[in-house]
């Protein structure tokens, strides 16, 4: 038989078992070839091509699955049903009264968001009609990514960007390694290095390679980036090789190829498979925490437009018990409506109240949100302060319907490396033997001009030291991964370090390496080149120095370390290791460790980034040992990680110690500023970081994260193998609440001082044992709820060696917490997406790592400095400004409609309405929309150089305390006692009537035409004239635009008004206005009516306004105060802390000296608030 048992056994374990998607492993075959026959069955299994999705949207289920989004909010489809309504029965207004304004903001909010996801789309064709190469009959062949499938084998140029996750089968190089940059993917812009499969690294042409016959078996996709298992299966004579493959064969999606002239590679996983793709979240619709307010204030109008219509149909019908107001001799019924039965008379006059009133919900307020968000934003785009020179770029807005949840934020979550910092590591010094050199200001033992003040320099190292000195420099320039890069010259001719310095530079994995390699190049040692397996080095002699490489100990987070073994040009042998200080230390057996250990210390202080260097020279006899547990552990197949650790573990020991380097990472510029910023403004700041431990706590110390008197809790992996999980949370959990009496950080903020600072510092492995879901049969519990209450007391927290949805998990966690606090993500690189796409807000940094972070974010900045002005002043103004819309349009139209409600019970509950048609319609749309939107577009309660200035503002809008319920309330009530005194003033005005002799009906008081369109006239006029002059008192920045805008929208209302009533419109059926409006004018007493109701429905917001201020200002009240007495000139005196209100420890411990001294406090007050009333409204 042509088909062995073991090729039946795949079978059935692939097929017969059930579903294809239960096989955990996939088998590829390399250019698509069928292995020989006779050795496993030829089984294609599907997989998808290679085309990138990041859009919401297609052509053919945008309008079904944007209408559904839309009417999803409870106004849209509220207002859908009245609509509807309208056009079924007989209703008192006309239904496009309420069509016409749900048409306008389903179709501008439907064009936003499909020219949002257009945009999203042309990304999506940039990348996926990309050009690339495949080899196909021994030819390279140019098609698009998209058509890219599994299996092809791909050939890449350098500098090009690998369009899959690819296995690399052979390069340009000899030794069969390609430099590959993963800027986009892990923000790391350093060169890491990957290895061809050793039987492959050969074929060097497109027919060498298209002769390849092999498969490749390996994992499903994962999305965990830092793990691969497969194996390749190479026929040779019909009898496949199998060699191991890992994750230095796997070239992920994204990565650019550097330093490589080319490779060939195949590919594995393709389109949303890569790992890339697996790691970003699924694109949802983000909602601020003021539009779930909204929607929540809007479920309680609805309520009250369901009382007041069922209150009105009730009473309509006890008022019609009576016969002769059921049918009145002027009003008779036809047969029709006299049989059709009660129920159904009742449901049609409720449905009719319901529209009738249905003006309280303001659907114009969702058009109004809808212009400002979109116009807001523009003032983002438009800031000079968030543009950068040096890149050239400005602040863009992807999103603009989270502007105000910017003024909310209560954690951010960060990325290091290209967001906190530059990835720019600089060499500072080294210390051999407790002597310390730093390059230009120490060479060859000389201290150079300007340096005598430094610190711990000692020049004389004396002749015993000077060959511990060389073996030092010589141990950096040989124990490293750098490669070096010979660029051309003008004429075109290569040349090395040693023949022209200028034309080279290095790469490397590691910026550390790069930074310690170019230290030893400035202290006399120069590392030319790794050729043929030798390393050669530069001396101070300008000799040439060769080293035969023989093994590379790499470096692995859990040891910390790495180690090379070279052989020198006089046969003798040397273990060369470097690593973190925990890492070598314990390995030491001699060296001068206490002066080395200082010197570690006090630069791990200063937060630089820190390494000690240690040797130890190998016999014959030692070295073979070594080759012999290297090679074991390198081919086992299974536990492979594991043994090679402990082979590196009996290898690394009995060191000599050389001294330690000292390397710094620069914070991008105002990065500890803004951080410290943040604090004040009360949010709370974690790292998330892929980087090890040592290199993200240092940055976390430069950048102010963590201070010196922090005291750091670990909960790392090296923690819980000492100690269970379980032990070490409550450990941290006893720690933290000891100190804090139970409390959380926000409960004692103002007492901060007096408390120990807690930083916490995880890692991705005990993350994920923390984040694990408890087992029934486990007696551990859940852990999630320890974890969130030791973060929740703990000043900052540093998450590192975290996987890119490891991060969207963070983000996640905290924001199911019970507090459902409002979360903030900042990234520049693709391992950063899912977590901006799971925060309520996320931001991309623009650089150098491509723009993943920034097509997928709401925001994206060129720097991390424009986070504190984007947050503490753009944030803080679009809050306040939503907020008083918000709150200002339920006022506004509770006022309009209460007057209609109490009307009803003077007109026997017959629906008529109280205002014109055109008032009806207009009231939103053009009387009193244009002050708010301008309002809640250039409003600035205080100036922005004391926002800014004064983080500490930011707490007064936090947790959404300007949309809280009893705020809500207390405008619901101003509007409800605005609309009785409007109904009843004019109601007494219209109280004693006469006839005239024409037989017309005229008041008394006022001389006017009575009748009920002067009576609603005379109501709306109030009306529109009281909610504008609220708007006015609340506007603290007057421009001339507000003047134009607030006067003009009043003498708009009152020359449409004149116009409306005053000239016969050959349009209308029936012209019930027509000199009305003019008529109540010519009254004299209706204009002092009009002046005494309008003072008379503001006085009682003006007097709480007037106490408060007084007797309970907040912070923000009193700067206003201050600013207005230095003439907006606050922000030039310092300090601001002073205009704080007191906490009572404070007004406790105030002398009696300082109390006879001091300015009367509530004389200020009142002093401040009386030339605020005065003054505030003046331009």
């Not at 910017?406 to 033997?433: A, H, P, R, S």
């Not at 930083?759 to 087992?775: E, K, N």
């Not at 007057?1038 to 929208?1049: A, D, K, P, Q, R």
């Not at 406090?1161 to 608030?1169: E, G």
Request: proline letters at 3%; one cysteine or more; charged letters at 20%.
């Amino acid at each position: 038989m042509g088909m062995d048992f073991s090729t039946l056994r795949n079978l059935i374990s692939r097929y017969c078992a059930g579903e294809e998607n239960w096989v955990d492993s996939r088998t590829i075959y390399i250019g698509h070839k069928e292995p020989p026959s006779g050795t496993e069955a030829f089984i294609q299994q599907r997989f998808p091509d290679n085309r990138i999705v990041s859009s919401k949207y297609t052509f053919w289920n945008f309008v079904p699955k944007n209408m559904f989004e839309q009417f999803r909010r409870v106004a849209n489809f509220y207002f859908l049903i009245i609509f509807l309504v309208q056009l079924i029965i007989d209703t008192p207004t006309s239904p496009i009264t309420s069509g016409l304004p749900l048409f306008f903001v389903i179709t501008v909010t439907a064009i936003k968001q499909g020219y949002e996801d257009w945009l999203r789309h042309k990304a999506d064709n940039s990348v996926n009609q990309c050009p690339v190469h495949v080899v196909q009959h021994g030819k390279v062949v140019r098609k698009q990514s998209r058509k890219l499938r599994v299996g092809d084998v791909v050939f890449i140029k350098e500098n090009e960007t690998f369009p899959c996750d690819l296995i690399l089968l052979s390069t340009s190089r000899d030794d069969g390694t390609c430099f590959v940059t993963t800027a986009s993917l892990d923000g790391e812009s350093s060169h890491k290095t990957y290895h061809a499969v050793q039987d492959t690294k050969a074929y060097n042409t497109e027919m060498e390679v298209d002769s390849i016959h092999a498969t490749i078996e390996c994992e499903q996709p994962q999305p965990d980036l830092y793990k691969f298992v497969g194996r390749i299966n190479i026929y040779m004579d019909n009898e496949p090789v199998a060699r191991p493959l890992g994750s230095e064969n796997l070239l992920l999606r994204g990565a650019t190829l550097k330093n490589t002239e080319h490779i060939y590679a195949v590919a594995i996983y393709t389109g949303m498979e890569t790992k890339m793709a697996l790691n970003y979240q699924s694109k949802t619709q983000k909602r601020s925490a003021v539009e779930k307010s909204m929607n929540a204030y809007l479920v309680v109008y609805l309520c009250i437009l369901i009382g007041k219509a069922l209150i009105n149909t009730v009473l309509k019908y006890a008022w019609q018990a009576d016969a002769n107001r059921d049918e009145p001799w002027y009003n008779d019924r036809t047969e029709t409506e006299r049989q059709r039965h009660i129920v159904i008379r009742a449901f049609t006059d409720f449905l009719a109240f319901m529209v009738l009133f249905n003006y309280i919900i303001p659907v114009s307020m969702y058009v109004t949100v809808e212009m400002q968000k979109f116009l807001g934003s523009y003032f983002i785009m438009w800031d000079d302060e968030m543009f950068d020179e040096e890149l050239g770029e400005r602040a863009v807005v992807n999103t603009s319907d989270l502007n105000e949840e910017l003024g909310q934020v209560e954690y951010v979550f960060t990325d290091k490396t290209g967001t906190l910092t530059e990835n720019n590591m600089e060499f500072i010094e080294c210390c051999v033997d407790g002597h310390v050199y730093v390059p230009n200001v120490i060479c060859n033992g000389q201290v150079m001009p300007g340096a005598t003040s430094m610190d711990m320099i000692d020049t004389s190292p004396g002749p015993g030291a000077r060959e511990h000195e060389e073996l030092f420099f010589r141990a950096l320039c040989l124990c490293h991964t750098v490669q070096v890069k010979e660029e051309e010259t003008v004429d075109g001719i290569k040349q090395g370090i040693h023949q022209g310095k200028s034309t080279s530079f290095y790469i490397s994995s590691s910026p550390d390496e790069v930074a310690l390699v170019e230290g030893m190049k400035r202290l006399g040692f120069t590392y030319l080149r790794l050729k043929d397996s030798h390393m050669e080095i530069l001396n101070r002699e300008d000799e040439i120095e060769r080293f035969q490489l023989l093994e590379v100990l790499t470096f692995d987070s859990v040891r910390r370390r790495m180690s090379v073994i070279v052989r020198s040009s006089t046969g003798e042998l040397y273990l060369f290791c470097k690593g973190a200080d925990s890492a070598i230390f314990p390995r030491v057996i001699s060296g001068k460790v206490e002066q080395i250990r200082a010197r570690v210390e006090h630069n791990a202080v200063e937060g630089l980034r820190t390494l000690c260097v240690a040797y130890r020279p190998l016999s014959p006899e030692q070295y073979q040992e070594v080759c012999r547990l290297l090679n074991g552990a390198k081919l086992a197949l299974q536990d492979r990680d594991k043994r090679l650790a402990e082979a590196y573990d009996i290898i690394e020991k009995d060191l000599i110690l050389l001294g330690a380097t000292a390397v710094e990472d620069r914070l991008q510029e105002k990065a500890a500023d803004t951080i410290e910023s943040l604090h004040k403004a009360g949010m709370k700041v974690w790292v998330l970081t892929g980087d090890k431990m040592e290199t993200a706590a240092a940055t976390c110390y430069a950048s102010k994260l963590f201070h010196r008197n922090t005291q750091i809790l670990e909960l790392t992996t090296k923690r819980t193998e000492e100690q269970s999980l379980h032990d070490v949370l409550f450990d941290l959990s006893r720690t933290v609440l000891r100190q804090h009496g139970g409390m959380t950080r926000d409960s004692f903020s103002g007492l901060s001082g007096d408390c120990t600072d807690y930083g916490l510092i995880i890692d991705g492995a005990t993350l994920s044992a923390v984040m694990r879901p408890a087992q029934e049969d486990s007696s551990s519990g859940n852990y999630k709820e320890i974890f969130l209450e030791i973060c929740r007391n703990c000043s900052a927290v540093l998450c590192c060696r975290m996987a890119p949805l490891q991060k969207a998990q963070i983000v996640k966690l905290i924001k199911a917490s019970r507090e459902h606090p409002i979360t903030l993500a900042i990234g520049d690189g693709a391992n950063d997406v899912s977590m901006i796409l799971e925060a309520h807000v996320g931001i991309g940094i623009m650089g150098k790592e491509g723009r993943q972070a920034v097509r997928n974010s709401d925001y994206a900045i060129p720097k991390f400095k424009h986070l504190k002005k984007m947050l503490l002043v753009h944030g803080h103004y679009y809050y306040i400004r939503i907020s008083e819309l918000v709150q200002y349009f339920f006022y506004k139209n509770v006022c309009f409609i209460f007057p209609q409600f109490l009307y009803q019970f003077f007109c026997g509950f017959s629906q008529q309405p109280l205002y014109d048609t055109a008032y009806l319609t207009l009231y939103n749309i053009s009387f009193t929309s244009l002050p708010i939107l301008l309002y809640s577009l250039i409003e600035q309660h205080i100036h922005m150089d004391i926002l800014r200035k004064d983080p500490s503002l930011y707490r007064d809008i936090a947790k959404n305390s300007l949309l809280r319920w009893p705020i809500f309330i207390y405008w619901t009530l101003l509007g409800v006692y605005d609309a009785i005194v409007m109904f009843f003033g004019v109601y007494f005005l219209f109280d004693n009537t006469t006839f005239t002799s024409n037989g017309q009906l005229m008041t008394t008081n006022t001389q006017m035409m009575f009748g009920n369109w002067t009576f609603g006239t005379l109501v709306f006029t109030v009306l529109v004239f009281t909610v504008t002059f609220k708007l006015a008192l609340d506007t603290h920045y007057w421009t001339w635009i507000n003047h134009f805008v607030i006067w003009g929208s009043l003498i708009f209302f009152v020359v449409f008004s004149l116009l409306w009533g005053g000239i016969i419109w050959p349009f209308l059926n029936y012209q019930r206005m027509y000199y009305v409006f003019m008529q109540m004018l010519s009254s004299g007493p209706a204009w002092l009516s009009i002046i005494l109701l309008i003072t008379a429905s503001l006085l009682p917001d003006v007097l709480k306004k007037v106490i408060c201020r007084t007797l309970w200002p907040t912070t923000t009240e009193r700067i206003q105060n201050a600013d207005k007495l230095y003439n907006g000139q606050l922000s030039e005196f310092t300090p601001l802390e002073s205009l704080h209100a007191p906490s009572k420890a404070g007004r406790h411990r105030r002398g009696s000296g300082n109390q006879r001294n001091a300015p009367n406090p509530r004389r200020t007050n009142w002093c401040c608030l009386c030339a605020n009333i005065f003054s505030r409204n003046t331009p």
